[in-house]
């Protein structure tokens, strides 16, 4: 079997506290605590999960935005949390990112134009004429006109500002976008129009898809396997629609039961969860979910924290009701 | 498909945006009265830098000539301000009291700056102990109020309008390093730096590309505010008589000689002192204006 | 019975740079009372506007109301004086926004806050509390008791904490009993819930049910998200462009959605469910209101617009009971 195109083994990322506070003592934000994912060339592979789950914090890791604190990261089986900063640069054509919120990740003194060009000027040197039609044929892809090419970000709209970005992402022939909510910013006529469109760029180019979202119907939406993290685990993954369909860990089931329905009649059966998400400084002991976890067990899950459990489908589970 | 187009509508389509900016400030800044008012001070003060010497009507008054029998007039027809006590006329000396104190402002802002504004983006960008030094040496300077820092370099180095710049220029760069400073760290974070560095830009590029080009609101409304209290600083050591020395037309020396002469013969010292009243309230209300409008940016 | 909030033929304008904006369209809403009414559009279609007019919370210079009434418990809010909306405002209209950090002073503590509210409208007429000036150890305890029934635990003890001790969703439940602590008859919540995660939502949309329900206020609940407000809400306003076009109860929305840009906006919803069918999007975009469309504002981008979508703006017409749409289809 091929290797996958992307494959994390157990990377984990944490951000030392200053001795400032409670307690007197040193800790850690654990923000990602040991992830194990892989992503197959031409698929895609959603990361679900809410404030404090690690998500972003997976992505800027794997782009090695922040330096992974343990853990790999391989590439086409190559580990590059290893990589030298040259080996890296050459590392930014393959992978690119397409930030979460596109009011801010467009600078604001830079035209359209400028933006998108940016990467071809840093890593190929483009100038002149040639540049120009580069930046022309990608606003072109994205479905862009050219009349935008010189405009500044805030004279654009929420979904146009989207595709610049995607434009840009695009200009270095990436094999792998991780994309950050990408539509959590967008109005809800627009976002189908933007799936749509990535999925037939997608095809398109043969790109492999990260998707990263708290928006359970967008990754329903577009990917074919997903991941769903709590405080910076994994703690269900498999195939969309198994999880999202029979959601076996009590906390993706309380996720899929909250998800508000545009219908009707509303779910009789909700899931509601005692309590506040805990912050990433006190990540509880045993199992992480305990703390609000309907499903309980006892002091096992206070004390132990679940190792994976495999399903036949193909899905996993870390939790004590299926070990 | 592809249309040629000509260099000047090429220059056209790339500027269209920035035009529409520009505009858009203009109309932003009409709206309020005050800074209008500013704005037209600073105009009218910057035109009579520039035209000066085509203006004034005894060029020779400006440093030597005197005028022994012309001494003490009021004004009238033929001496809009009066003549001093030496029988120079005020009004010529007025005037070119503007170009020399455009020049001083300009100059002292300038060097300010220069210091200041690159340690700031040092400070902010770099971080760690860099920070702390930068950082903690500009608290020394601010710490101490500047007239008398500047009152204190100048009496070491010796009266006169060249070490009165140096000794401002001193006393006004920390203020930027401070402002710049905490700019940068508000910009490090934010998305677009963050995606500068995710395609592969170098620290360099991410300075002069990213973090400078939008330091530059702040700069530009604390340098407008600035000019005009840089002369009035200026103008305050010419008239301890630690800056411009005599015959220089300098509105603070001015000013200190026709102290003396007051109340009678007021038209000496009034009418440099208008000179800088107007001159500094109209950047302080452009200034503020300018912030107003840059700093943050509203849209409706 | 009479509604206890009636909007009639608002129109708002705003001036900008490039021009006045028609912001709302002389819109047409009635909250009924003890009644829950939904308000969805998305970005620019004049909710919050219409949300802040209510409250005359607008800048009046660069905003202008045009014409219309709004009329709350029969009396014409427009034409109150400054002191009297002082009056009304969180005593008798209370509102809840987005942002919960920043309606709270990060200086102070909560307990302080909250006081501070129930003291500046006490004057001694509240009726839950035996007569007399309400003093500060009583409003202690009356915000102590506010914090349990938006279920914060140990209110007794949170009560001292700082806002930025607080989570985004307890913040936001702070912000309700906030508004809720002079009883207010009309709660308008616009876009509680936008900035919290999904699982907090669900919290605070069940809280705001349970509240309904044990205190009878009503509610205005402005939200973008259909689903947000199927879930609090008996009927459902959608706004477009600064005009409702349809009006109706939420049942009736999805069971039979009668306007185009209603059925566009349902289609384009990325169900939950599986992925049965394509979801798709509206064509077109969100009109420039300086220079707004002629007759009906959604014509363009309507796949059944007829010639007089052109000319005439559709009136309000009822096709069933309490089912209202504007569009020249009916």
Not at chain 1, 197 to 215: A, C, D, V
Request: proline share 6%.
């Amino acid at each position: 079997m091929a290797l996958p195109l992307l494959e994390l083994k157990n990377l984990k990322k944490y951000f030392p506290l200053r001795k400032r506070f409670i307690g007197g003592h040193k800790g850690n934000v654990r923000a990602v605590d040991g992830i194990s994912f892989f992503i197959r060339g031409g698929d895609s592979f959603g990361l679900v999960g809410e404030s404090g789950s690690g998500k972003t914090t997976v992505a800027r890791a794997i782009l090695r935005l922040v330096e992974p604190t343990e853990g790999e990261v391989l590439w086409d089986g190559r580990d590059i949390c290893k990589f030298l900063d040259s080996e890296m640069e050459e590392m930014r054509r393959n992978m690119q990112m397409i930030f979460q919120d596109p009011h801010s990740s467009f600078n604001p003194r830079k035209t359209v134009f400028k933006s998108i060009a940016e990467p071809l000027v840093i890593h190929e040197g483009m100038r002149g004429r040639g540049l120009r039609e580069r930046v022309e044929e990608l606003l072109e892809i994205v479905g862009l006109k050219r009349e935008h090419m010189f405009r500044y970000p805030h004279e654009l709209s929420g979904g146009q500002k989207q595709r610049v970005g995607i434009a840009r992402a695009l200009s270095l022939h990436p094999k792998l976008l991780i994309l950050d909510e990408p539509t959590s910013a967008l109005d809800v006529s627009v976002q189908a129009q933007m799936l749509h469109f990535l999925e037939l760029l997608q095809k398109r180019m043969g790109l492999t898809y990260l998707f990263i979202s708290h928006n359970l119907a967008v990754i329903r939406y577009t990917c074919d396997r997903v991941g769903v993290m709590y405080l910076g685990k994994i703690i269900e993954m498999g195939k969309t629609e198994g999880i999202f369909s029979f959601p076996r860990h009590p906390y993706t089931k309380a996720l899929v039961s909250a998800v508000p329905v545009p219908q009707a009649e509303q779910p009789e059966k909700m899931v509601y969860l005692e309590g506040d998400i805990p912050s990433a400084t006190h990540i509880p002991s045993g199992c992480r979910f305990h703390t609000r976890c309907l499903e309980k067990i006892g002091a096992i899950c206070e004390e132990i924290e679940p190792s994976t459990h495999y399903f036949l489908d193909g899905n996993q589970v870390d939790c004590h009701l299926y070990q | 498909m592809k249309e040629i187009l000509s260099p000047w509508e090429r220059w056209k389509e790339e500027r269209e945006s920035q035009i529409r900016n520009f505009k858009l400030i203009l109309y932003t800044l009409s709206r309020s009265p005050l800074s209008v008012i500013g704005f037209f001070c600073v105009s009218v003060f910057l035109i009579i830098a520039l035209i000066g010497p085509m203006i004034i009507t005894y060029p020779g008054d400006i440093k030597g000539t005197i005028h022994m029998d012309q001494k003490l007039r009021p004004p009238s027809s033929n001496h809009p301000f009066g003549t001093d006590e030496v029988g120079r006329d005020i009004y010529s000396r007025v005037i070119m009291g503007t170009r020399l104190s455009f020049q001083i402002g300009l100059i002292i802002i300038f060097i300010a700056m220069g210091i200041g504004v690159p340690l700031g983006i040092i400070a902010g960008y770099i971080g760690g102990w860099l920070n702390e030094i930068i950082m903690r040496v500009t608290d020394i300077f601010l710490s101490i109020p500047g007239l008398l820092l500047a009152l204190a370099i100048v009496g070491a180095l010796g009266p006169g309008i060249k070490n009165a710049m140096l000794a401002l220029s001193i006393v006004w760069w920390p203020g930027y390093v401070r402002l710049v400073q905490g700019k940068t760290l508000s910009l490090r974070e934010e998305s677009y730096v963050e995606a500068a560095k995710s395609i592969g830009a170098s620290k360099l590029r991410v300075i002069f590309s990213h973090v400078l080009p939008n330091c530059t609101s702040p700069i530009i409304v604390k340098a407008s505010m600035d000019m005009g209290m840089a002369i009035l600083f200026a103008a305050n050591l010419g008239f301890i008589g630690v800056g411009a020395q005599p015959p220089i037309p300098e509105w603070g020396a001015m000013i200190s000689t026709g102290r003396n002469y007051l109340p009678d013969h007021w038209w000496m010292a009034t009418f440099p002192g208008m000179a800088i009243l107007i001159t500094v309230l109209g950047f302080n209300l452009l200034g503020d204006g300018l912030r107003d409008v840059l700093d943050p940016q509203s849209r409706i | 019975m009479e509604p206890i909030l009636e909007i009639q033929e608002l129109r708002i304008e705003f001036e900008t740079f490039e021009g006045t904006s028609q912001v709302l369209d002389g819109i047409h809403l009635t909250l009924g009372r003890r009644d829950t009414l939904g308000l969805v559009g998305e970005t620019g279609c004049g909710k919050s506007i219409t949300a802040k007019a209510i409250l005359r919370l607008l800048p009046i210079p660069p905003a202008r109301i045009v014409s219309g009434e709004i009329l709350f418990e029969g009396e014409d809010l427009l034409k109150k004086s400054e002191e009297e909306m002082k009056e009304i405002r969180g005593r008798r209209i209370a509102m809840v926004f987005q942002d919960p950090m920043t309606f709270l002073n990060p200086v102070f503590t909560i307990e302080e806050q909250l006081v501070d509210v129930i003291l500046a409208h006490g004057r001694g007429d509240d009726s839950s509390l035996q007569g007399g000036r309400l003093n500060r150890k009583r409003a202690v305890e009356k915000a102590i008791e506010l914090l349990g029934e938006v279920k914060i635990p140990q209110p007794e003890l949170r009560i001292k904490s700082y806002p930025h001790e607080f989570s985004g969703g307890m913040r936001q439940r702070v912000l309700i009993a906030m508004a809720l602590s002079r009883s207010p008859q009309i709660l308008i919540a616009d876009e509680p819930t936008t900035a919290l995660d999904v699982t907090i939502q669900a919290q605070i949309l069940w809280l705001i049910n349970d509240l309904v329900q044990r205190h009878g206020h009503s509610v205005l609940l402005i939200s973008h998200d259909l689903g947000v407000v199927a879930r609090v809400c008996r009927r459902i306003a959608v706004m477009y462009a600064g005009s409702i076009v349809e009006n109706c109860s939420t049942v009736q929305l999805f069971k039979r959605p009668l306007h185009p840009y209603t059925r566009g906006l349902l289609n384009s919803i990325l169900t939950f469910s599986k992925r049965e069918s394509e979801a798709q999007g509206i064509k077109g975009v969100i009109p420039d209101l300086i220079q707004p469309p002629s007759g009906c504002r959604f014509h363009p981008r309507c796949f059944e617009m007829m010639e007089i979508c052109k000319k005439e703006k559709p009136s309000m017409i009822e096709i069933e009971e309490g089912h209202w749409v504007s569009c020249h289809l009916y």
